[in-house]
Each structure stands twice: as C-alpha cells, then as structure tokens.
C-alpha cells in the first residue's frame, strides 16, 4: 500500500471562510453552543479524520480603538471545547491550542494530562507563542514579547511540560486497596527546574498520560519556530500555498530533526487546505464568488495591514498597494507575506484585491473544484513530499464538512489514499507517532 494521507478537520466558529458566517444556511447565533462543536466533531469522526483543532485567540479583534465587528468571532476556549467535543466521540484527536506567552507550564502540562486521560489518550496540544501582538495588553503587559524571546521562552516551558509529564512512570499508580497505596511513590520523580523563565519543583498530580505526553503540535513557519518545530512537533499545521513552497518547508525541518536527536520520519506536516466543492467546477467557482461578495472590505484591509505591519486604513480601497513603502518600513514578514508582496508587485493588485485575497482563505490554500480535482490536489502534495496530509478547513458549517465527508472521503479511499476504518484508539495511533517513552 502506497502513502496514506492523515487528515485534520480545522474548526472555526462558522467558517473558515471570513465571510463564511454570513452564508444563508449559518447561524451566527449557534456558533457559541456545543451543538455547532458535536455536530463537526461527529462528522470529521464519521469521515475518519485523524484529529479535531480548535485556535487560541487572547485578543479582541481591536484596530484603531474600534473593534472589528465586520469579521466573524474568533476562537473561543480550546480545551473546554476539546473536553465537551471528546465526550461526544470515541475515536478522532482533539487537538487544543494554548499560548506559551501568556501561561505557565505546570497548569499546562496539568490541563492537558487531564484531557488525555478523560479522552484515553486522543489529546493533542498546539504550542503556540500566539500571533496578536494586542494579546500582551489583555495580559498586564506593555509589549508583546520579542519573537526569538518567544520561541526560547517555549521551549523551555515544553520542556517542563515533557519533564512533568514523565514525573510519574507509566507503572505509577497501584491502586493497592490492600496495602493503602494509591501509587508507588518510589515510581514518582519530582522535577527540579530552574530556567530563564521558569522555576517548577515538583512531580505532576496525576498520572502519565495514556499517550505518555499529548501530540506535540506546532503552527509557526519563522525561522525561529522552523527551529523549535524540529525540535519538539511531531505534528505541523503549515501555511503554504503553493506546492513548491510546502515542500521546501517540509524538507527543511526535516533536514533539521536529526541535529535535535530526532527521526525526520517522525513529523507530520498538515497544510491548511479550504475546500470549495461543487458538481462541476463551474458550480464550486459560483460558490467561491458567492462567499467572496460577501466579504466585508474592511475585514480585507484590516486583515492585510495586520500582516503587513502597515496601515492601509486611510488609503482608498482601490488604490495599487503601496508596495516600495511597505518594503522600506524593513519588517520582518513571513514567507507567506513576503510572496504575497511579490505577487502584489508584478501583477500591480489593489489593496481591495490583495484584502480579498488575504481575508477569503485566511492566507492558507484552497482549491475550488469538483471531488475529483480536490483529491487530484491532495494526490499531487502527497506525491511530492509537500504534505502528510491536510488539515481541513471548510469554508462554513455543517454543510461544506458533510459534502468533503461524503463526497471526498470515498474518493481518497478508492484510490488507497486513506483509511477504510480507523486501526487504534489513540491519536498517535492515527497519525502513526510512537508513544515516548519516560526519560
Ligand atoms: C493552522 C494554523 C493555526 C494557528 N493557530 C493559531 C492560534 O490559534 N492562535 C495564535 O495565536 N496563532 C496561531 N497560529 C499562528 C502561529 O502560531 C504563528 O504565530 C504564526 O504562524 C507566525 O509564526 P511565526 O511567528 O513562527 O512566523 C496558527 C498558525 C497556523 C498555520
């Protein structure tokens, strides 16, 4: 059997679309209760998904002291959903998201103990070092801290939490009614750390977890978080658009495992992808224009200065984006920014096309087709080493998860590309990660 793909269902209150919210067949209302979060969950598990993900947002989307209320809501509480979501499933990963900025470890490796064991070892955790700099206002703080400061900062906290995680051997716990003994307290080993930004002294309160540590998931494709995801992520929610540039990535932090002590085999590498799925591909393009009427202009520019670190609210919206200005403040974009800059310069866009662009997939990929060129996409990647995967991304919901569930997912297993049933229990089993063993 060739190579399989793995497959992760991104959820976002309403859509991933940004205009997705205002589809007729989505209530923005439901957004925010449990049946919005169950009814996706048991899809993507009906579909055989290996995971569910949720974000993390510490900030209110405030520009220019107004909040946007153009854009949808953003995530809400990761792992109270994953909690809720996890009850309501039996087989697919729930992947939360928590910010090494604005936590400490010990709750951390606490909170996330505590979803594997109540989910019997489906958890995972999305490190991230959150992207908002507004966050650090919401967190008595006068500045979000400087990236390369981040990144050191995280690894050290994942460290504690691996650290913590390991405190009690997997034999640990007796539960010895006879002798009185809950555990065997020669099997529990307290940590001793003292860092540059952490001191913890202590074991865990509770057991290993059943998966020995959550699936370590990373989502920052700096230089910086290249170097951190070699270093800790068995799983990476990517960015990249174009095939060339996933494979790149994917090969880069790969080529940087074996230095960290790490088996390049161990990763798997989950572009973002949005699927607009129609009968015919005409059908799926009238879909994709449809949703792109809808998108508030604002949401455009304010989602385009956000990236760019350039203001743009006062220039006319069908103005040719200021490119040479924007280069000359010498901010440091992402690869994703920078090629958009590109783009923006030899095709002479707009700051209303480049907004529409940035704001309809949420600057990850997409592919507009029937289910036949959706897979015929996902085939290519895989083929090319550009992804293990993809974490899915439907433009609304339900409806647009229920037509990739039925209508992709039969595909990709015909042609062998995926699963026919799930064949463990546990998210490392799904995505094929070894369990770590205690240090
Ligand atoms: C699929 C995906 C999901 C992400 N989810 C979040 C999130 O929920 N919260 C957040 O603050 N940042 C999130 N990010 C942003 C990253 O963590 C990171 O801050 C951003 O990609 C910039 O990365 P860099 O600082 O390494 O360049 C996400 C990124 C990707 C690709």
Redesign the pocket.
């Known amino acids: 059997m060739g190579k399989q793909l793995h497959l992760g269902l991104?959820i976002y209150p309403g859509g991933h679309h940004v205009a997705g919210w205002r589809h007729p067949s989505v209530a923005a209302r439901d957004i925010l209760g449990f049946e919005f979060y169950r009814r996706a969950a048991q899809t993507a598990e009906r579909g055989l998904f290996d995971l569910f993900?949720?974000?993390?947002?510490?900030a209110a989307r405030e520009k220019d002291g107004r909040v946007v209320a153009e854009g949808a809501l953003n995530?809400i509480d990761?792992v109270s959903i994953s909690a809720a979501v996890g009850a309501a499933t039996r087989r697919i990963g729930v992947v939360a998201?928590l910010?090494t900025t604005y936590n400490e470890p010990y709750a951390i490796a606490e909170r996330f103990a505590t979803l594997d064991h109540l989910t019997a070892g489906r958890s995972g955790w999305?490190i991230?070092?959150?992207?908002?700099d507004e966050?650090a206002l919401n967190f008595s703080r006068k500045n979000h801290m400087e990236?390369t400061r981040?990144?050191q900062r995280a690894a050290e906290f994942v460290d504690i939490c691996t650290a913590l995680w390991d405190s009690w051997a997997d034999d640990a716990l007796t539960g010895d009614r006879a002798r009185g003994m809950f555990a065997d307290g020669t099997r529990i080993r307290p940590i001793a750390h003292a860092g540059e930004s952490f001191t913890v002294r202590d074991a865990l309160c509770q057991p290993r977890p059943p998966q020995g540590w959550p699936v370590l998931v990373?989502?920052?494709?700096?230089p910086?978080?290249?170097d951190?995801a070699a270093r800790v992520a068995e799983v990476i929610?990517?960015?990249q658009t174009r095939l060339e540039e996933a494979r790149s990535f994917r090969a880069a932090v790969q080529a940087r495992m074996p230095a960290c002590g790490r088996d390049p085999q161990a990763l798997r590498v989950l572009p973002?992808l949005m699927p607009i799925i129609g009968a015919t591909e005409a059908e799926a393009l009238r879909k994709e224009a449809e949703l792109n009427a809808l998108l508030h202009p604002a949401v455009g520019v304010w989602m385009l200065s956000e990236q760019l670190k350039f203001r743009l609210y006062d220039f006319p919206l069908d103005a040719k984006l200021p490119v040479a200005d924007i280069r000359a403040t010498g901010s440091a974009w992402?690869p994703r920014v920078a090629s958009l800059l590109d783009r923006a310069e030899a095709e002479g866009l707009t700051i209303r096309e480049c907004g529409r662009m940035v704001a309809a997939t949420r600057s990850?990929g997409s592919v507009v087709g029937t289910p036949e060129q959706v897979v015929e996409h996902m085939a290519t990647w895989l083929d090319a080493g550009a992804a293990d995967g993809f974490?899915i991304m439907p433009p609304y919901f339900p409806s647009e998860l229920d037509l990739f569930v039925d209508q992709v997912v039969p595909l990709l297993q015909r042609r062998g590309l995926f699963r026919a049933e799930y064949a463990g229990t546990t998210l490392r089993d799904h995505l094929g990660l070894a369990r770590p063993a205690r240090a």
């Open positions: 991104f993900f949720i974000g993390d947002m510490l995530n990761s998201t910010s999305n991230i070092t959150t992207a908002n966050a990236k981040r990144y990373q989502a920052g494709g700096s910086a978080g290249v951190f929610f990517a960015a973002g992402t990850h974490n």
